[in-house]
């Protein structure tokens, strides 16, 4: 079946302007994670989503940056008034929880991502 | 604060010869253990959850173990296919995000 996807894989910006990153993650999944990936380094969460609602939204670096997911299935992440250390590699996740013996588990899968460089 | 380490940061293997990689880890209640394979241009690519010590996990020429305090990731008999970055990382009971190492880049010479 098909995996998480995101587009676009590629954005190039000026400094100062909008972007949006959009992801559709694999279908039946209630759970939805950004995540971003700076060269040389391990991803760094961002915020996460369990269905509409943002359950998470901790790891966001500043009030610019800002993600919805309005029907439980794709989301986007928007980035205002971009700056050169926003560019980065931008993940998305989905996973299917699961119970088991009481305890959540869950599996997330990653989608290619988007790499954005702002200028 | 929960962290993850790796090492070695790099680590260059001949085809067929085994090495081990390791992830130390601290974190206030560990829900799982997380493998993934990234190669240059990817997402990194799930292979194993391992939630309690002594727990281990196979899947072709790669095993992970886990004990309370760092998991290793057993290579045997390596091929060039094998070459990527391997990440680990963390869940905490307290939230649901991962907390990620940065990584070891393994190239494996043929």
């Known amino acids: 079946g098909a995996g998480v996807s995101q587009t676009p894989s590629n954005k190039v910006t000026e400094k100062g302007k909008y972007v949006e990153l959009r992801c559709d993650p694999i279908?039946?999944?209630?759970?939805l994670y950004w995540y971003r990936q700076s060269l040389g380094q391990g991803p760094e969460f961002l915020i996460y989503f369990q269905g509409t609602g943002a359950a998470d939204d901790s790891g966001l670096p500043n009030d610019r940056f800002f993600a919805v997911r309005p029907e439980g299935s794709v989301s986007t992440l928007k980035i205002q008034r971009t700056e050169r250390g926003d560019s980065a590699v931008y993940l998305c996740?989905?996973?299917?929880?699961?119970?088991?013996?009481?305890?959540?588990?869950?599996?997330?899968?990653f989608g290619p991502g988007t790499r954005l460089l702002v200028l | 604060e929960d962290q993850v380490t790796q090492s070695p940061e790099a680590l260059r293997l001949q085809e067929g010869e085994s090495s081990s990689l390791n992830c130390s880890y601290t974190?206030?209640?560990?829900?799982?253990l997380f493998w993934y394979r990234q190669d240059p241009g990817k997402g990194p690519e799930f292979l194993f959850t391992l939630y309690s010590a002594g727990e281990e996990k196979e899947k072709e020429r790669l095993k992970a173990t886990l004990t309370k305090k760092e998991s290793f990731l057993h290579i045997t008999a390596p091929k060039p296919e094998d070459s990527a970055t391997y990440l680990c990382?963390?869940?905490?009971?307290?939230?649901?995000?991962?907390?990620w190492g940065a990584g070891t880049k393994l190239i494996i010479k043929p």
């Open positions: 990382a963390v869940q905490a009971h307290s939230n649901y995000q991962l907390i």
């Open positions: 996740a989905s996973s299917l929880t699961k119970t088991s013996g009481g305890e959540r588990k869950e599996t997330q899968y």
């Open positions: 974190v206030s209640g560990l829900r799982g």
């Open positions: 279908s039946g999944h209630t759970a």
